[in-house]
Nanobody, 127 residues
Framework: QVEVVESGGGSVQTGGSLNLSCTASGLTFEHYTMAWFRQAPGKEREGVSCFSATGTKYYDDSVKGRFTISRDNAKNTVYLQMTDLKPEDTATYYC?????????????????????WGQGTQVTVSS
């Protein structure tokens, strides 16, 4: 049974920082492209950042230079460091084990292809 669990959301003011963590179990973690998606009310779910099994990374243009994705295969954990947060970053953030050995960019652009989702964690940025 696969389980994906996020933690670390919260509320901050504009310019603040948050760190998200996500641990996946029940799968061969190092084989998976791990992903962070987000969904704001009334909007579609969008890929924020992905980290492939082969080490490539993808960032959506809206977060480049502000967010950093990393992973620790020994801990089955992927992280998202978010800095210089803006109100438009407000959303529910979902961790996903997207696909086995898929390149980072395609994985982030295809939420419909995600294999396993976490339950989501809320990030709220106030102005």
């Amino acid at each position: 049974q696969v389980e994906v669990v996020e933690s670390g959301g919260g509320s901050v003011q504009t310019g603040g920082s948050l760190n998200l963590s996500c641990t996946a179990s029940g799968l061969t973690f190092e084989h998976y492209t791990m992903a962070w998606f987000r969904q704001a009310p009334g909007k579609e779910r969008e890929g924020v950042s992905c980290f492939s099994a082969t080490g490539t990374k993808y960032y959506d243009d809206s977060v480049k230079g502000r967010f950093t994705i990393s992973r620790d295969n020994a801990k089955n954990t992927v992280y998202l460091q978010m800095t210089d947060l803006k109100p438009e970053d407000t959303a529910t953030y979902y961790c996903a084990a997207a696909a086995r050995y898929r390149a980072a960019a395609p994985a982030c652009r295809s939420p419909s292809d995600v294999r396993y989702w976490g339950q989501g964690t809320q990030v709220t940025v106030s102005s």
